[in-house]
């Protein structure tokens, strides 16, 4: 299992405020146990969808007398099961196929984030995907089949090494086209809805290791699938 949950904190930071002893290592207890308990109003219905892709019904308090803070709750909870459940999914569709050193899934404050090495996809320096990459990435769009309500960004990711060919004059056009491949291959899934779908090229400009070291480059060298999740939810009260 490659699944990191050490940004937990962030994800919940981000969608419900700072929580209390915040710090490393799994949650413990239940998300349920944290909220309370609901008060009895009028409500509606939202469909969410499990692990299992099958579809579960969440109620949540509308109407003037509803409670913003437990509207807000519920929504949350909702949101961040959601999540789990995307990145255990990936976790286990993508241990089968890759080493855990060449991806990770982590649940950040954006959503969840599945970070692939560019020597699991790519050639040093080139942006075309071979047979093995393309059978990888058609794992990733069977996933994402069953989460058709949340959008999602491709981000090309490089090392700071200047690359200067006439196809890849810099880091820019070789991330960019790494993403845009990544996207296409992704939506030669027919399940899956092109307008979800963003691709972008980072360059350079959010390493996540040390340039000045080999081991930190190989982290920088990275292709991001990001599954968003909304950070807060309007009030419907």
Partial sequence: SNLDVRKYEAFFEGLNGPIDNAGEGTLEGSVEEALPPPSPSPATDVETEDSDAATTTTTIPVGDECDDEELENELFRVTLEEAEALAQQLDDALSVHLDESDYSVDLEQRGVVLRLADNALFASGQATLDEVAQGVLAVVAEVLVGHPGND????????NRPTST????SNWELSSARATNVLRELLADAELEPARFAAVGRADTIPRGDNDTEEGRAENRRTEIVVMFPETVAATC
Avoid: K, L
Avoid at 152 to 159: F, M, R
Avoid at 166 to 169: E, K, L, M, V, Y
């Fill in 152 to 159: 999602v960004e491709v981000e090309g990711h490089t090392d």
């Fill in 166 to 169: 006439s196809r890849f004059p």
